[in-house]
Nanobody, 125 residues
């Protein structure tokens, strides 16, 4: 089992940047495909980005492509989400998720085995 703890959320003006971190503890971090999802009030949880176990492949939702970057440091058991050019529509609770021994990065929440508690990101206009 792995425990995931997100940090780095906050309030930022439109056009600004934030970097989210997700620290993992427990079983070998490099065995997990890692993903970021978000959920805005009244909306379903949606895929944001994912990264393969080695970090060699990354995947993004069209809505964030070119603005967000996912990365991981397997030595530090941490995955990051660098968010630039933030828009008010990026406002949501952001969740980190882990898929044990995933073969490819998943786009749906059901593919992930473990979840963090979430961190709030609010972008003001």
């Amino acid at each position: 089992q792995v425990q995931l703890v997100e940090s780095g959320g906050g309030l930022v003006q439109a056009g600004g940047s934030l970097r989210l971190s997700c620290a993992a503890s427990g079983r070998t971090f490099s065995r997990y495909v890692m993903g970021w999802f978000r959920q805005a009030p009244g909306k379903e949880r949606e895929f944001v980005a994912a990264i393969s176990r080695s970090g060699g492949s990354t995947y993004y939702a069209d809505s964030v492509k070119g603005r967000f970057t996912i990365s991981r440091d397997n030595a530090k058991n941490t995955v990051y989400l660098q968010m630039n050019s933030l828009k008010p529509e990026d406002t949501a609770v952001y969740y980190c998720a882990a898929d044990y021994l995933g073969a490819v990065a998943g786009y749906t929440a059901g593919e992930y085995d473990y979840w963090g508690q979430g961190t709030q990101v609010t972008v003001s206009s």
